[in-house]
């Protein structure tokens, strides 16, 4: 049979005296811990919330503002093509003018120095029929000027100018981009301001207090009206598929109603 | 026939007025909401309104909306020009009895060929178009 230490017994119940005196210690505290969880529960499920709607909102922003840096490239190019096809045209007008006035000095020449025969000859009081043949060939030069050259130079230029005149129209329809992205970036700002808006409230749930100024500005005051008119593109314009009308649907659909107007 | 282009944008309305320029209309006014469109409807013997939709004050719908519901000026044709894409604002835009709907960026010829849709129509179904007509 084994000996029993009492001693050790008596130690080892101390310890165990202890372990129970530490626990009625820890209870008050672990209890504190589990109520300080469970208040803070809510409020980071609400940072998880938060934090992946404002992540969402974020990849939003960033699709709006790719759709307007591609619009403004695509517009910035289409009028830099356009103005470099101006100045060929331009250039080919000048040509043009060169041209015309080089014919119209050859036609003055040749007339003057008609005339200038036919003065001299009629002065000197010579027989002037012998001049009929070479003045017969300079109306005859002079008449092809004016029919063949000149006509296809006058028309050149006319198609050049009206050639100008619509990459002119062109570049003001280019223009429309303006007004696009500045609807996109109104879009923008404001899905900014909401991610603001909420970061500020959840701050406002850690640190009583006053919350952080807001960025948005008073738009009652603002004479610029596109971030407020624009709002629903920016939480609407992500939807995909049945979401958009093709143009031959709307001709549909609007043909319907003016048929019922 | 005189035309009123409406938008808020100084921009889109010289844009516009430059499209309508291109095909041949040059009798334009216009102005830079629905509530001033309105008035210039009454004023100025407007025959067709060209109206974008998000203005202040008046948008383009409300301005549909009065129109059509004015005994004097109800079969006015209108067409919207707009960003707005999507299928419901569409909807909204066929409900408020808009005649015709363009989506920006668009082209003389866009707004050529939706005008003479309205016009075609209209005369199809011998629509007193000019309101100084009814008048």
């Known amino acids: 049979m084994k000996e029993i230490n009492f001693e050790l017994m008596s130690q080892k119940a101390e310890e165990l005296g202890a372990i129970f005196v530490l626990g009625q210690r820890l209870v ?102 012998s001049y ?49 992205t500045t609807q996109q970036i109104a879009a923008v700002n404001h899905l900014l301001d909401t991610i603001h808006d909420r970061l500020a409230h959840m701050l406002m749930k850690f640190q009583p207090g006053e919350a952080p100024p807001s960025t948005k500005k008073d738009e009652s005051k603002d004479s610029t009206t ?3 008119l624009h709002r629903p593109i920016a939480f609407n314009s992500e939807e995909e598929g049945d979401a958009y009308f093709s143009r031959e649907e709307i001709d549909a659909l609007f043909l319907k109603i003016s048929k019922n107007v | 026939m005189r035309y009123l282009v409406i938008d808020d944008s100084p921009t889109m309305r010289k844009i516009l007025i430059a499209a309508l320029r291109t095909i041949g209309i ?14 210039k409807i009454h004023a100025e013997h407007v025959d ?12 383009g719908l409300e301005l549909a909306k009065a129109v059509r519901g004015d005994d004097a000026i109800k079969n006015l044709p209108i067409i919207m020009v707009t960003t707005r894409d999507q299928r419901q604002d569409i909807m909204q835009a066929f409900e408020a009895q808009i005649n015709n709907y363009i989506i920006k960026p668009f082209t003389p010829e866009i707004l050529k060929d939706k005008i003479d849709t309205v016009l075609m ?14 008048t």
Not at chain 1, 79 to 94: A, F, M
Not at chain 1, 141 to 164: C, P
Not at chain 2, 121 to 134: N, T
Request: zero cysteines.
């Open chain 2, 121 to 134: 129509v209209a005369k199809e179904l011998g629509s007193e178009l000019r309101i100084s007509e009814e």
């Open chain 2, 48 to 59: 067709f309104v060209i109206t974008d939709w998000n203005m202040p004050k008046m948008n």
């Open chain 1, 226 to 228: 596109v971030s407020k």
């Open chain 1, 132 to 180: 009929e043949a070479p003045l017969s060939d300079a109306i005859d030069k002079l008449k092809s000027i004016k029919r063949d050259t000149r006509k296809k130079l006058f028309d050149s230029t006319r198609e050049l100018l009206d050639g100008i005149n619509a990459d002119a129209n062109s570049i003001i329809m280019s223009l429309q981009v303006q007004d696009i």
């Open chain 2, 26 to 39: 040059t009798d334009v006014v216009e102005a830079g909401d629905g509530e001033e469109g309105l008035a």
């Open chain 1, 28 to 129: 008050p505290f672990l209890e504190d811990i589990f109520s300080f969880v469970k208040e803070v529960k809510p409020l980071l499920d609400d940072i998880n919330l938060s934090m992946e709607d404002n992540m969402d909102k974020t990849q939003i922003a960033a699709r709006k503002l790719s759709k307007v840096t591609e619009a403004t490239e695509m517009a910035t190019t289409e009028i830099i093509d356009i103005i470099n096809e101006l100045v060929n045209k331009s250039s080919s007008i000048s040509t043009n003018l060169d041209r015309m006035n080089e014919l119209d000095s050859m036609k003055f020449d040749t007339a003057l120095n008609i005339l200038e025969k036919v003065y001299e000859a009629i002065a000197e009081k010579q027989d002037v029929s």
